[in-house]
């Protein structure tokens, strides 16, 4: 059974998630609010940064407001928006409680700042999106190999969604 995760519409027809929800390469769906399940194509994925990147041409709906993960600060405000199958949407509210420079995954990948909010991240919030006070995206939850909530900053998202749609790969 493939795992829910949630999903950022990125840019025009493009999903970004966490590559370690994805177990499969075929048969990949997307379910959207209103409870639509649209077919998706896997573009490529990059184990280093944890994201992945998926393609669906039938999407109708507007593209994430991208924010600058740099100009939050300790003690900020920060959202955590998911979608989970069985529960619907769901948000976990929290601060920023700790940031630091660019830093290597346990995989190799570069990932340009770290960020750690204050919330857990509840099934199905893996993938989902950071949100700062003015409704922006900062960046994509996921967890680290302790199992705290890590977040990928919009700055790496938009460097390896360029580089998966260049060649698939980073």
Known sequence: RQISVSGVHWREGLIVTVEHGIRQS???TVT????????ATLVGRDPGSDLALLRVPDLKLPSATLGDAQNLK?????????RDSDRGVSASLGILNSQGEAWR???????????R???MLYPGFAG???VNMEGQIVG???TSPRQRTLTIPASTVDRVVNQLLEGGKV
């Not at 959207?32 to 077919?39: N, V, Y």
């Not at 570069?110 to 960020?115: A, F, Q, T």
């Open 140 to 142: 994509i939850n996921t």
């Open 128 to 130: 989902s999106a950071l």
């Open 117 to 119: 909010p204050s919330f």
């Open 32 to 39: 959207i609010a209103d409870g639509i399940t649209l077919p």
């Open 26 to 28: 075929e048969d990949l």
């Open 74 to 82: 300790v003690g900020h405000m920060v959202l955590a928006v998911a």
């Open 105 to 115: 995954s346990s995989s190799g990948g570069k990932i340009d700042r770290c960020l």
